[in-house]
Structures are given as structure tokens and as C-alpha cells.
């Protein structure tokens, strides 16, 4: 790819703060200056090195930037966006990080309007148990999956550019429309962190839950490990993609019932079916190996 | 405790084989004679050290024996103390090892009848990702907690025999109600293994499963780790644990309708409350931390 004279990333915590680092190991960029409402962490990630200068204005970072790369929780998107849309340049191409798409896709079409083309839908599927700028690694990126939902807006010059940006950081690049992500990570991310959740919320409610957690063990600890994640980041991204959360619950519970109704009539063999296909395909499944990935 | 002159190990997987390496290793008894209707896993156990003798016949091992340990499938309990029975001396205690207790108790009772006395039903809560002898390791009940389910019936003699093997392992035992028992189990064990499975039974079930799984990261990956555990052995805990499970399946499914109700409206406050909740429990459990400990 052309080296990039100036990126401006808004957000400087662990993804923005990798995504920085990343591109600056490939040589990939020149000056990269970064944007955070937080004054501190944004000394602490000019003081690592991960940035080179800082604002507080996302509008003063766009200006002169060649590409905005915003890693903030999607609630604060559409302020963000805003602000980006006031400083952009005519060639400039903006891209984000969040979790959820077409709400993106919706925010970015009121706060950028005419400027939409130049807009890149992403989601890197990477991350890590801790957060914020010092957890930041240059290869958090490297192997892991990045999903860009372009849709017949998008100017296919500024997709390009945000592909090979997220290329040289090492990351396995994916276009689908933005619906179809939502879908595809209300399955497999949305959903299982709400019915964890759920799960730890049940055993709280009861006045005897300190026993029953003194009981449990390495399968609860697995299957509960994402309860511990952040209830506003979880939060924002169940009502952001409520719809697709919503039908993958329903699913869900609709499949629980099978399996409570084979219980409940003690149907060995129809039990035995469903979880040898579980089994079979869970220890099938490439991911299934522990690394330091995550959502 | 005093030195045990023979103990039967009736089924020399891991859980049995490793009671078997930690009593030894203890010095808690002199002689093991090991029992497998898989006469090459007993070979195989005897070759390891693990046992000094071998049968296929449990009513053989049983004579002679002061304590005889079964660490079969729940489904083989009632055969095994069938047998078992036959050649149990008088002053011969016997325990088990299986994940559900009221069953396991009902099953005694049939098979041992008068001898119930010297039945004391037991529930090791330890285990590894791999099964057989060959992963049974002296230190597997090293700070594992076992739980004991005397009731009226059993001989305190009896209890006390087996407290102090299981403390001579390193083990912590606790004793209850075999009811409280199931109930504990089925909320922190049973229920999410059911759950795990039911998620990916439901992905499975769709055309576009490998599409999914291909963007499913690290949340997935813990949360349906029980997903890839045995069938049959879950099955048989689900169904010998039934009432206890049906139970926890419908005051889990309640729970989960309570997000779906907070998604479906919006209700961002009431999300966060409940999930800061769990994430708060979560963070709090000392259990939390990754170890080698399982259920």
C-alpha cells in the first residue's frame, strides 16, 4: 500500500491504540495523531509512543488526515461523526471499529450525509481481557478477522484503502453487508454474551447464591467467563442490534425447549443425537483452541 | 488416618485411577486391586503402577476389600453394586464417585439393601479436559472439593472412613442432602452443559453453520468449551437428574425472557442493572481464575 502521511485515530484505547501501533510497524504511515475525550490517556498514549500528536478536537485531527480511524463505543458515534464531518478533507476515507454495523451505517448517513461515499463500514473481531491504551499491541491485529460492510454507496477507492490498511497490520479482510454481519454476530457473539449474563444474573437473584458459587467449576468458569465483560459496551451493542438479538434469542430458546422436552420425557437417544452433533461439531471447529483472541 | 489394608477400585478411568495414585501416594493403604469390564484399560493400569492386581469380576475385588471405591458411568451404578454386593465383608464401606446423588442413592438402596448402611455416596468435583487412566495424576483431588450425601441410613463410621481417604487426597469435603445436592449441581454444572450444547445444536442446525463459525472468537469458544464433552455422559446426568434440571432450565429460561423483555423495549437502565450485577458476581468469584480444575 502507499504510505499515508497523516491518520487521526479517535479513541486511543485498546483497539485504536493497536490499530496505531500496528501501522506504524508496517511503515505504513507517517504521523498519526491522536484523538480521546480522556486528557490522561491521551498524554499516556503519546508518552508510549503510540501516537505522535494529540487533540481533543475530532474535527481539528480530520483535517489534513488521510484516513479517521474511530474506535469509540458506537453510543458515541454519531457526536464523533459529526465533528469528523466538520474537519474531513475531499480525499479523505473514514472508518470505525464498531461491534455493530447498520446502526453505523445509519449514524454515519446523518452526521456525514453528502460525505457518505468516503465512509468504510469495519469490525475487527480482536481484542483482549484488559483494556485501554496500555494494553495495546502492535499484533493484536495479526490473523485475526476484520469484517468492512461496504454497501453501493461506498466508493470502492476508499474501501480499498481501508482493506489494505487493516492488510498490512496483519489482519484476513471480509466484505458482507452490514444486515448480514449483524446477523452473523448476533449468533455468535451477541447472544452468548447476553445468556452469560443471564446466567450469573439467575444465581444472583437467590439468597443461597455464595453456596451455589462455591460449588462451581471449570465449566461454569468458561461458559460465564464473558459475564465479566463490560455491561455498557454489552449493553449498547444488544440495543444497537436488537433486532437481530432479538430473533437470535427467540432461536435460541425455541432449541432449549427441544432440549427440555427430551429431558422431561427421557428421551435418551433423541439427547444423545443433538449433543453428539454439538459435540462433533465443537471439537470440529477451528477456533476451539484457546489464544488471546476475542470479541 | 489409619492404613487401609486393601481398597477395590471398581471402573480405573481417571477419576478412579487417580483416588487409586492418591491414596498411595497418602500411604493411606497397602493394596488396590483395580476392576474394568475394559480388560486393556485394567492391563493398562496395572502396567502405570495405578493398581497391584486386576479382575473383571467387582463381587471378587469387593471380598477382601475395606473400602470399595466406584467410579463408573451413573448408568452402570445399579450392575456394578449388584455385584459389588455379592462379595462386600461386613465391615466393608463403599462409595461412589458419580456427578448426581439422588439417583445414585435410590440405586444403592436396591442393589445393597440391608448392607445400605455402609454406602456413603460421594461427588468429587474434579476432572480434566482428557479421560482414562492414562491422565489420572496423584494431585487431581489437591484442593478439589468433594461432597459427601450421608442421610439417616448411613453408618457415621461409614462417613467418617471416607471423609478421611478423600482428606488424605487433599480434598475439601462438605456434606448435604443428596436433594441439595442435585439442586446445587443441576444450577452450576448440569444446566449450562445443557445450554452449551443447546447454543451450538442451534448453530449446527442452519445452512450457513460454517459461515458462522467461521467469525465466532474467543466469547464463543469459552462459553460452548462444554460443548465438546461427552455425550453420553451428559445425557445420563441430565436424565438422572431430571426434576432438579427441568427445574433450573425454567427458572433460567424466566431469566432470559426478563433481557429479552429489556432488549425488545429499549430499557438501556435496566440492561446495565442487571449486568453490572452479574458482571460484579463474576468479577468477585475467586473460582474465576483459569485452573486445571473441572467438573
Known sequence: MRRLKSIAVVGVGLIGGSF????RRAGAVTRIVGVDRDAQALERAASLGVIDTVTQSASEAAAGADLVFVAVPVRAMGPVLHD???GLGPDAVVTDAGSTKADVVRTAGEEL?????RFVPGHPIAGRESSGVDAAVADLFRGARVVLTPDAATS???TALVRSCWE??????TEMPATAHDRVFASVSHLPHLLAFALVSEIVSRPDAADLLGFAAGGFRDFTRIAASSPEMWRDIALANR???LEEIDRYCARVAVFRE???RGDASGLQRLMTEARNARRAWPGGKRSSSDE
Chains 1, 2 share one sequence.
Request: glycine residues 8%; proline residues 4%.
Open 262 to 264: 427430551l429431558v422431561a
Open 156 to 158: 470502492p477507492g476508499a
Open 84 to 86: 469528523v464531518a466538520l
Open 20 to 23: 496505531a501501533l500496528a501501522m
Open 113 to 117: 450525509r453528502e460525505r457518505i461515499a
Open 168 to 173: 498490512a497490520c496483519g489482519a484476513r479482510v
Open 243 to 245: 433486532e437481530a438479538l
